[in-house]
């Protein structure tokens, strides 16, 4: 059985802002004015314009300010960072607030390196050993003379020192198509030639021709890391392995930083600028806010964006009312979501509904927006999912309204558990053991 998120439907944000088969099938639905915002984000980002900035996504519980940031992070697609987290995730740690999102910020930029690899890639016609070669393997001084062809020709190759080793440990066969890496130590065989096949079976691909090509390639190679892998990767490397071991210092940042400038001057790496969002943001104190405002200054910082379904006031002439400080909301944009009707919400649990390849008829869905608007959205999609178990047991193929009522009717919402804590005692006994 497969488990669906709470926003597993979500595929994108539409082109097209009005209810149509496009908004269907991205699964995000209503918002106008804040998806035509997330397409803007979303353009930004790819076009590489973004500027250091800090965005607020303000809403109602349940209005999708999760879902329009999954729906950005889709629309970026994979190749851009994308680092979600929430402010309880930044407490629960037992590091600093400031090392936290300092992680987390590095986390959301992406470092692309290119590396050239010289490659000798070829049918293995012959080779030699040394002499002796046993007592060599013990002073890694093992010479192995090897003879690679194509179709355009051949070329003798010397191994020493760990490609010898490799050679031997991969133990290539005559006819073997093999691949040599130089740079990396690396011998990798990659298949048979058939003209040179023995009787004995190959399980790898088989080869009817030789390889067409040189020998000798030059291949480039892009490597997708995060500026945080390059801190983790370098901890022991500057200062004599002065650090101890997965600590990060703003010293240490600063010289992979100064790494990277070097690289990308120099034209042999790429920065990629991603998002950071983190949901439940009022979690956060008024330091770590205004550090989040240091860190959007910087030169290596992400797109971050922030929700919360707290009041968040920007008319700074009425004064502040919000739980965030002024100097901070001085220094972001704020996107508010508007809240969702139950027609709205009862498109969204279709959708659902198509994504899990449940059918489901009208007055169901009516029955779902009525809960999402009353109660929560979360609450309709577990009644839900509760129904698509209760239909397998009945035997029906469909969700309809008796289903969803009877599991509405088993499952109580926060409302009617709050009523029944008053009424509790007088309703069911309670007896003392202890």
């Known amino acids: 059985m497969i488990n669906f998120s709470w926003h597993s439907h979500?595929?994108?944000?539409?082109?097209?802002?009005?209810?149509?088969?496009?908004?269907?099938?991205?699964?995000?639905i209503g918002k106008k004015n804040s998806k035509k915002a997330g397409q803007m984000i979303a353009d930004l980002i790819k076009k590489k314009k973004r500027g250091n900035q800090i965005i607020i996504f303000t809403g109602a519980t349940g209005a999708g300010k999760t879902a329009l940031a999954?729906?950005?992070a889709k629309e970026i697609g994979p190749d851009i960072p994308f680092f979600s987290t929430s402010g309880a995730e930044i407490y629960s740690s037992k590091k600093k607030k400031t090392e936290i999102l300092s992680d987390y910020c590095r986390k959301a930029i992406g470092?692309?390196?290119?590396?050239?690899?010289?490659?000798y890639q070829g049918v293995l016609i012959d080779f030699l050993i040394e002499d002796n070669y046993e007592?060599?393997?013990?002073?890694?001084?093992?010479?192995?003379?090897?003879?690679?062809?194509?179709?355009?020709?051949?070329?003798?190759?010397?191994?020493?020192?760990?490609?010898?080793?490799?050679?031997?440990?991969?133990?290539?066969?005559?006819?073997d198509l093999i691949q040599i890496i130089p740079a990396t130590q690396t011998v990798k065989i990659m298949g048979k030639i058939k003209s040179l096949e023995s009787s004995i079976k190959n399980s790898g691909p088989v080869f009817t021709n030789f390889p067409k090509g040189n020998v000798f390639k030059k291949k480039s190679v892009i490597q997708k890391i995060t500026?945080?892998?390059?801190?983790?990767?370098?901890?022991?490397?500057?200062?004599?392995?002065?650090?101890?071991?997965?600590?990060?210092?703003d010293q240490l940042r600063e010289e992979v930083d100064c790494l990277v400038s070097k690289?990308?001057?120099?034209?042999?790496?790429?920065?990629?600028?991603?998002?950071?969002?983190?949901?439940?943001?009022h979690i956060l104190d008024p330091e770590s806010l205004l550090f989040l405002t240091n860190l959007s200054e910087y030169s290596f910082s992400p797109?971050?964006?922030l929700a919360t379904n707290r009041e968040t006031n920007f008319n700074f002439e009425k004064g502040n009312s919000s739980l965030f400080p002024l100097e901070f909301l001085k220094k972001c944009i704020g996107v508010s979501i508007e809240p969702l009707g139950e027609k709205n919400f009862a498109k969204i649990i279709a959708v659902r509904c198509k994504n899990i390849n449940l059918p489901i008829t009208g007055n169901c869905l009516l029955l779902c927006g009525f809960f999402s608007e009353t109660v929560s959205i979360r609450f309709a999609i577990l009644l839900v999912d509760i129904s698509n178990f209760l239909i397998n047991l009945s035997g029906l193929s469909f969700l309809n309204f008796q289903i969803i009522s009877i599991a509405a009717y088993f499952f109580l919402n926060f409302q009617e558990s709050v009523k029944l804590s008053f009424f509790g005692n007088e309703l069911f006994p309670i007896h003392r053991i202890f």
């Open 263 to 281: 690289y990308i001057l120099e034209k042999k790496a790429e920065i990629i600028f991603g998002i950071l969002f983190i949901d439940e943001a």
């Open 303 to 305: 797109l971050i964006i």
């Open 135 to 175: 007592k060599k393997w013990k002073s890694s001084t093992i010479i192995i003379s090897i003879i690679l062809r194509t179709s355009q020709g051949g070329l003798r190759l010397k191994l020493h020192d760990f490609l010898s080793k490799n050679f031997l440990k991969e133990n290539p066969k005559i006819g």
């Open 70 to 72: 999954l729906a950005i």
């Open 227 to 249: 500026l945080l892998d390059l801190d983790y990767a370098n901890c022991d490397f500057f200062e004599e392995k002065k650090y101890e071991k997965n600590e990060i210092t």
């Open 111 to 119: 470092i692309n390196i290119f590396e050239n690899f010289e490659i």
């Open 10 to 28: 979500i595929k994108g944000i539409p082109q097209i802002y009005e209810f149509s088969e496009k908004e269907f099938e991205n699964g995000l």
